[in-house]
């Protein structure tokens, strides 16, 4: 039985996500790594194994604590609310975001998916949970009245998660409220689109 951490194993992923969430995986160095976390090469070598496996561990813990913590949130909510919520939250972080770091996810999928198969399942698999909560929010609100019929449920939870995508993307370069407001506003339009 190995010995128990002597560290907040969620303060030093924290640590880890952001190091890497605000240099990418490439320009992050172990060096950098252990500035971030407080913890040696060597703890941090027994406790993740590699600079990738720091990476992908941090990357996980990043969704469950970024995406997951955001789905449970806007579950609660009526379905059109629901994703109007989640919207408002990314515009909101978007805005706020002062170093332009955008998504972890969507850093990763464009640094690291390409040539990485393992971290592109973990990428598309935190991708299509977004899916799946616009799709679960579409169907019970096109059941209750609230979202359209016009379009197929599954056609607009893949175009929400599309314009999710992109509006991370333009924050980065273009963070200017009326641009990413547009983007959202249609995509929110077309599910009351009679």
């Not at 303060?11 to 992050?28: M, N, R």
């Not at 998504?103 to 390409?114: D, F, K, Q, R, T």
């Not at 607009?156 to 959202?184: S, T």
């Amino acid at each position: 039985m190995g010995r128990p951490r002597e560290f907040d194993e969620a303060e030093v992923l924290d640590a880890a996500a952001g190091c890497f969430w605000s240099q990418g995986y490439e320009a992050t160095s172990v060096k950098d790594l252990m500035k971030r976390t407080g913890l040696t090469a060597a703890s941090l070598y027994n406790a993740y194994g590699d600079k990738r496996a720091i990476f992908e561990t941090s990357l996980r813990h990043y969704i469950e604590r970024s995406i997951g913590e955001r789905i449970r949130r806007c579950e609660a909510l009526p379905p059109r609310d629901a994703i109007q919520a989640f919207f408002h939250d990314i515009l909101h972080r978007s805005l706020a975001d002062r170093e332009r770091k955008g998504c972890m996810v969507v850093n990763s999928a464009l640094e690291l998916a390409p040539h990485d198969p393992e971290l592109q399942k973990v990428i598309a698999g935190a991708l299509r949970r977004i899916e799946r909560f616009f799709l679960a929010c579409t169907e019970k609100g096109q059941a209750n009245g609230t979202i359209t019929r016009s379009r197929p449920a599954h056609a607009l939870a893949q175009h929400l998660l599309a314009v999710l995508m992109g509006v991370r993307v333009l924050a980065r370069a273009r963070p200017e409220r009326p641009l990413l407001e547009g983007a959202i506003g249609t995509a929110l339009t077309l599910l009351d689109d009679r």
